[in-house]
Structure formats: structure tokens, C-alpha cells
């Protein structure tokens, strides 16, 4: 979470928020004064400058490293009338209502996907936005779980072609835009930084020689893992029925 943290703010940092896709398609569907609910805000990516326009926003995260760097922005620009934290995963046990509720790369982290849209539909009476990848982040991997799992299916990220489908079939029928992510300066992914995750996903931390395999097989990888052939993300967005 600590590298998610720090990917998040460099990117905050590299590309200003109010002028990607996501931050545009938000505030067309609000008016002064308007209310957002921010599901999975991270560090405060969108939240920030959409509290610094004067909207209401209500941020909901449940990672504490996140909530760290969120709190600490909110306080340094002075938006604590602005901005409501609550410390939850979605959905929330609350009854909360917004014009546009909005999940930034959230959704793949859901147990239950379906269940996080129908909450999402109850508590907006606008517009509800999703963005997610349209590329499988962690593509590479079906070559390591070759190497350690090849009779088991390979972990796989939620992404756009399993979103969309699923939204059909609720019923909702949403506006797609596909546009191609600006990459971020320098690497973002170092192959050091993923082999504890990797290795719990493959459950070889105890075992010394599959861990120094790992180790090869990502450095053979590293330019690979560092510059995905493709980066394409979805921005869904669609009237909820109420
Ligand atoms: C990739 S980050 C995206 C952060 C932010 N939305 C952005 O685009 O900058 C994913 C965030 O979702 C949070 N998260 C994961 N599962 C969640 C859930 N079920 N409900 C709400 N937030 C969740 C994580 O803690 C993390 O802060």
C-alpha cells in the first residue's frame, strides 16, 4: 500500500487531476455546490481539487497508509469543512446520498462487484462513474503461474470486459469512453517491490529456490513488468435508476 500510496501521489504531481477524462465527465453532471461521493479516494487524487472547486465530498477509504496521506492533504489545504473521510471499504453502513458517486480503480479490489454497483446506484441521484482498466494489469503474470501453477487458472484483475457484461445484465446500459493512460516519469513497478506480493499469491515465501527462481524469471521480465505493451482505461458512466 505504501507503493500505491507513493505511485498515487506522483501521479497527483505529474498529471493534474482536473485535466483527465475522469475529473471532466464528474463535474458535467454538478452544480455549485454539488455532492460527490469519492469510493476508494486513495490519497485524495480527485477529492482535493473537487473540494478546492467547492463541491461537497464525501471520501470514503479504507486502507490506513491512504487515509494518512488523505487527512494530511486535507488538513494542509485547509478543506476540512469540505471533505467528510469515513474509514470503510464500499459498500458503506450508511445511508449516504450524493448527485455523482464515483470509483476510481476501486471496483477490482471488490469481493462483490454487483453488490458495489447496486450501492452505488442507491446512494446518487445523478450519475454514477466507474473507471477501470481495459488492459489486465498484471498480464505478465500468466507466465510466472506457468512456471510455479501450470495446472491451476491464472489470478486475474477485474477489468473492462468483465465489468461491462456484468452491467448488462443489471440492466444498465452505460456511456463508455476508452482513452490511453499518460505514463508516469521513470519506473513505476520495480520487480523487487512485487516478489512479497507475487510470492503469496504462488505461496513460496519458505520455499528458498522457487523464491530465487521468482527473482530470475522477474528480472528477465523487468522491462516488461516496467512498460506495459498497452494501458487503456474505461470511464463508465450512466444515469442510475431510481
Ligand atoms: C488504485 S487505488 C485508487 C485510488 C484513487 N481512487 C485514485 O484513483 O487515485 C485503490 C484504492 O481503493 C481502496 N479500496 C480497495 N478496496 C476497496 C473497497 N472495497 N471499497 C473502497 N475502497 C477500496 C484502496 O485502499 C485504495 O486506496
Redesign the pocket.
Given at each position: 500500500?505504501k507503493t500505491?500510496?507513493d505511485n498515487?501521489n506522483k501521479?497527483?504531481s505529474e498529471t493534474d487531476?482536473r485535466t483527465t477524462p475522469?475529473y471532466g465527465e464528474i463535474i458535467t453532471h454538478l452544480e455549485t455546490d454539488g455532492t460527490v461521493i469519492?469510493?476508494?479516494?486513495?490519497?485524495?487524487?480527485?477529492a482535493i481539487p473537487l473540494a478546492k472547486e467547492g463541491f461537497n465530498v464525501t471520501a470514503?477509504?479504507?486502507?490506513e497508509e491512504?487515509r494518512k496521506h488523505l487527512l494530511g492533504s486535507i488538513e494542509q489545504n485547509g478543506l476540512t469543512s469540505r471533505i467528510n473521510v469515513i474509514q470503510?471499504?464500499?459498500?458503506v453502513d450508511k445511508d449516504l446520498q450524493a448527485d455523482v458517486t464515483f470509483?476510481?480503480?476501486?471496483?477490482q479490489?471488490?469481493?462483490d462487484p454487483e453488490k458495489?454497483i447496486h450501492s452505488m446506484e442507491k446512494c446518487t441521484n445523478k450519475r454514477c462513474i466507474v473507471?477501470i482498466h481495459v488492459d489486465q494489469p498484471l498480464g505478465f503474470l500468466k507466465d510466472i503461474w506457468q512456471v510455479f501453477r501450470s495446472s491451476e487458472p491464472v489470478p486475474a484483475m477485474l477489468t473492462f470486459s468483465d465489468l461491462y457484461p456484468m452491467l448488462l445484465n443489471m440492466g444498465i446500459i452505460a456511456n463508455v469512453a476508452i482513452i490511453e493512460e499518460k505514463r508516469m516519469s521513470g519506473p513505476v513497478m520495480e520487480p523487487a517491490k512485487i516478489i512479497p506480493l507475487l510470492s503469496d499469491l504462488l505461496s513460496i515465501r519458505d520455499k528458498p529456490a522457487d523464491m530465487q527462481r521468482l527473482k530470475e524469471i522477474l528480472e528477465g521480465m523487468r522491462s516488461r513488468i516496467q512498460e506495459p505493451p498497452s494501458m487503456r482505461t474505461a470511464i463508465v458512466s450512466w444515469q442510475p435508476r431510481r
Open positions: 500500500m500505491m500510496a498515487l501521479s497527483a487531476p475522469l469519492d469510493i476508494g479516494a486513495g490519497v485524495g487524487r480527485f470514503v477509504e479504507p486502507n491512504m470503510s471499504s464500499w459498500p470509483a476510481s480503480f476501486v471496483i479490489f471488490s469481493h458495489f473507471s
